[in-house]
């Protein structure tokens, strides 16, 4: 079961049942969908029918739950620095993660889970500006929560998708991801362009441009170095902190991949 709304005038932002989101972009020829979610249903079809035109794919990054359901697609475009984590996160392992996941749910994922196991041809994706016809999305490659991130800007409608780049509580603790600093110089770029609207990956709703901003410019050292310890569960291993950039929201980062004053790595 997916839900959707129609944030903007042809913007479609989907939730599976899983509780991951993707947008859909309805263009006058085209249609393109960011991210494919966890893949227990069928998302092409769901997004077929809701675009009524041919849909393109395009992965903002190669973690499993916005990749799995891209084996519904014959076709999928991701970064090419992204490519080796896509491939492993379509393996078995991750799969019965996400059946877990279902499980845990009490959803019975069904026989034609995953697509019955095909995988989709992975296509190098390339910056620039898809046309969809009255509606655009501008590729911006922004490696952050992990080395091939892309994030996704469509003018016609002043919108920003952030990917996992953004979320209002941010991950950048897996082993994939660049070390916070990094990743604020390029989050930072990101606040030139002229975006009025945001969607992120795993909320439902559309933002305001603010709420990214404030997350942005809380991002100061002084917020890094107050960033408490946290524990992540199975990540054991990796020295998770947690900062606090804007009210209500949070980063989550390895503290060894940071470069700090000596009080904040004891
Ligand atoms: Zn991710």
């Given at each position: 079961m997916f839900w959707y709304k129609e944030v903007l005038p042809d913007?479609?932002?989907?939730?599976?049942?899983?509780?991951?989101?993707?947008?859909?972009?309805?263009?006058?020829r085209e249609a393109l969908l960011a991210d494919a979610g966890f893949g227990l249903e069928n998302v092409a079809a769901f997004a077929a029918e809701l675009?009524?035109?041919?849909?393109?794919?395009?992965?903002?990054?190669?973690?499993?739950?916005?990749?799995?359901?891209?084996?519904?697609?014959?076709?999928?475009?991701?970064?090419?620095e992204d490519l080796p984590l896509a491939r492993e996160h379509e393996k078995r392992m991750w799969k019965e993660r996400a059946l877990q996941e279902a499980k845990l749910r009490g959803i019975d994922a069904g026989t034609e889970t995953f697509s019955g196991g095909r995988a989709p041809v992975l296509k190098k994706l390339e910056e620039g500006t898809i046309r969809l016809g009255g509606l655009s999305a501008r590729v911006i490659r922004c490696p952050g929560h992990t080395p091939g991130s892309a994030?996704?800007?469509?003018?016609?409608?002043?919108?920003?998708?952030?990917?996992?780049?953004?979320?209002?509580?941010?991950?950048?603790?897996?082993?994939?991801?660049?070390?916070?600093?990094?990743?604020?110089?390029?989050?930072?770029?990101?606040?030139?362009?002229?975006?009025?609207?945001?969607?992120?990956?795993?909320?439902?709703?559309?933002?305001?441009?603010?709420?990214?901003?404030?997350?942005?410019?809380?991002?100061?050292?002084?917020?890094?170095?107050?960033?408490?310890?946290?524990?992540?569960?199975?990540?054991?291993?990796?020295?998770?902190?947690?900062?606090?950039?804007?009210?209500?929201?949070c980063i989550v980062f390895d503290a060894d991949k940071w470069e700090c004053a000596p009080h904040c790595r004891t």
């Amino acid at each position: 079961m997916f839900w959707y709304k129609e944030v903007l005038p042809d913007v479609y932002h989907i939730e599976d049942s899983l509780g991951v989101c993707m947008t859909l972009l309805r263009g006058e020829r085209e249609a393109l969908l960011a991210d494919a979610g966890f893949g227990l249903e069928n998302v092409a079809a769901f997004a077929a029918e809701l675009a009524d035109r041919p849909v393109r794919l395009v992965l903002t990054h190669g973690h499993y739950d916005h990749v799995l359901g891209a084996g519904w697609f014959p076709e999928a475009e991701i970064f090419e620095e992204d490519l080796p984590l896509a491939r492993e996160h379509e393996k078995r392992m991750w799969k019965e993660r996400a059946l877990q996941e279902a499980k845990l749910r009490g959803i019975d994922a069904g026989t034609e889970t995953f697509s019955g196991g095909r995988a989709p041809v992975l296509k190098k994706l390339e910056e620039g500006t898809i046309r969809l016809g009255g509606l655009s999305a501008r590729v911006i490659r922004c490696p952050g929560h992990t080395p091939g991130s892309a994030v996704l800007y469509v003018p016609e409608r002043e919108l920003l998708l952030t990917g996992d780049d953004w979320n209002p509580c941010t991950w950048l603790f897996f082993p994939e991801a660049l070390p916070v600093t990094a990743y604020r110089e390029n989050m930072r770029k990101l606040l030139a362009l002229p975006f009025r609207h945001v969607l992120c990956p795993h909320r439902r709703a559309l933002y305001d441009r603010s709420m990214l901003e404030a997350f942005v410019d809380g991002l100061t050292d002084q917020t890094l170095s107050d960033a408490v310890s946290v524990d992540t569960g199975e990540w054991l291993g990796i020295r998770t902190r947690q900062a606090e950039p804007a009210p209500e929201q949070c980063i989550v980062f390895d503290a060894d991949k940071w470069e700090c004053a000596p009080h904040c790595r004891t």
